[in-house]
């Protein structure tokens, strides 16, 4: 309901009524300006033309302005929810960012489930830790092109389907890769649409004694972690493998790392 002190503001697509606590300038020379309600915080002002279409009714005036443009979107906005493919050596600390991601952001982010034929270990849930197939239903689902990117590791094969994916795109949350070197490359040759995320350690040196640090890991395969974790820091360097690099040193200063990093945080 229309009050007096009210006015209609017509705009190309909405008809809004805004009370207006206060006109800053009326005079006969001036066009008038109104301090509108406050949008994100701030005061904004309407100026109107002076002699654009108006028309004048009992109680009110009706106006016809031109909106501005919407201001141009970033890169990260034109992304949508392209999912973020997080990759890096082991032992860079992808699993401690994506946890943390999630902990802190569950309505915003969702971890995708890759398919593997090895067998459950304690406490894993079908669905929930990975799809486990068996090694025909996985060969199955390459043939059929269901597959963004598969490697094999050992005996055993692991992959990330496009349904995986697009199942957490359908619930509005972004999807989060955690892969190695070999699934970017084939994750680019899919063209999905994607924002790559490389987290480089400080240095070998570094990885290294995180690596130990971690003590999930005998001798050998530090080594071979560390052998491997050189290939992929040289992959790195090519240019427009990745979005962004971020250097995982201190953890805080890491996390602020991460935040500022466009549209990922
Ligand atoms: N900024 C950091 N400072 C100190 N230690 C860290 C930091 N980030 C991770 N770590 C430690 O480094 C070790 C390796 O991290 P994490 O397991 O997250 O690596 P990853 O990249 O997921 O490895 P993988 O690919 O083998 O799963 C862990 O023990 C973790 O707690």
């Not at 309901?1 to 009210?6: D, E, G, P, S, T």
């Not at 009524?17 to 949008?39: A, E, Y």
């Not at 560390?226 to 290939?231: D, E, F, P, T």
């Not at 992929?232 to 953890?251: I, P, Q, S």
Request: charged fraction near 25%.
């Amino acid at each position: 309901m229309l009050r007096a002190h009210q006015k209609v503001i017509t705009l190309p697509k909405y008809i809004i009524s805004i009370p207006i606590p206060r006109v800053l300038s009326q005079s006969q020379s001036q066009p008038p300006t109104f301090l509108l309600p406050q949008v994100g915080g701030r005061n904004r002002y309407l100026s109107l033309p002076q002699r654009g279409p108006r028309t004048q009714t009992r109680n009110f005036h009706t106006f016809s302005i031109t909106m501005a443009p919407p201001p141009p979107q970033t890169s990260s906005q034109k992304g949508g929810n392209a999912p973020i493919v997080i990759s890096g050596p082991s032992g860079s600390g992808k699993s401690t960012m994506v946890k943390r991601l999630l902990k802190q952001y569950p309505d915003r982010f969702a971890l995708s489930v890759s398919h593997t034929t090895r067998k459950p270990r304690d406490g894993e849930v079908d669905g929930e830790h990975y799809n486990f197939v068996t090694k025909e239903v996985f060969k199955a689902e390459v043939e059929k092109g269901n597959f963004i990117e598969h490697a094999q590791f050992g005996s055993n094969l692991y992959g990330t389907t496009f349904a995986a994916v697009s199942t957490i795109q359908s619930t509005g949350k972004t999807c989060i890769l955690d892969i190695e070197m070999e699934g970017v490359k084939q994750m680019h040759k899919s063209h999905l649409k994607a924002r790559y995320l490389f987290i480089e350690p400080p240095s070998v040196e570094v990885l290294e004694k995180r690596l130990r640090g971690r003590g999930t890991d005998s001798e050998d395969a530090v080594k071979e972690r560390l052998s491997q974790a050189v290939k992929e820091l040289e992959y790195a360097k090519v240019k427009g493998v990745h979005d962004r690099v971020v250097v995982n040193d201190e953890l805080e200063k890491w996390w602020d790392g991460w935040l500022g990093v466009d549209g990922f945080g």
